[in-house]
């Protein structure tokens, strides 16, 4: 079945990077669109970022633009988010998404 299982998760202190990795199985991975989504303490899920089947085509929530990099791999069936320049803002726990299917999340605090 399709699975999808999320890592790179941990605590940094602000201006910190993470790299988040999502592993997945049960599809054609080079055929879909992969997302990360996160939700905080108290919030809705919000939507952080996109990549195409592709790759090429790549879209940031404003809220990241600039520090955060959605990437992929295909051969590897890998989608990666790098996050840099952490704010107490970003903690939350991340979830790699495709179409219906979520992963179990990664937690990620940014806290000094």
């Known amino acids: 079945q399709v699975q999808l299982v999320e890592s790179g998760g941990g605590s940094v202190r602000p201006g910190g990077s993470l790299k988040l990795s999502c592993a997945a199985s049960?599809?054609?991975?080079?055929?879909?669109?992969m997302s990360w989504y996160r939700q905080a303490p108290g919030k809705e899920r919000e939507w952080v970022a996109s990549?195409?089947?592709?790759?090429?085509?790549?879209k940031h929530a404003d809220s990241v633009k600039g520090r955060f990099t959605i990437s992929r791999d295909n051969y590897k069936k890998t989608v990666s988010l790098q996050m840099n320049s952490l704010e107490t803002e970003d903690t939350a726990v991340y979830y790699c998404?495709?179409?219906?299917?979520w992963g179990q999340g990664t937690q990620v605090t940014v806290s000094s």
């Open positions: 998404k495709t179409r219906n299917t």
């Open positions: 049960g599809f054609i991975f080079s055929l879909a669109n």
């Open positions: 990549i195409d089947s592709t790759g090429r085509i790549t």
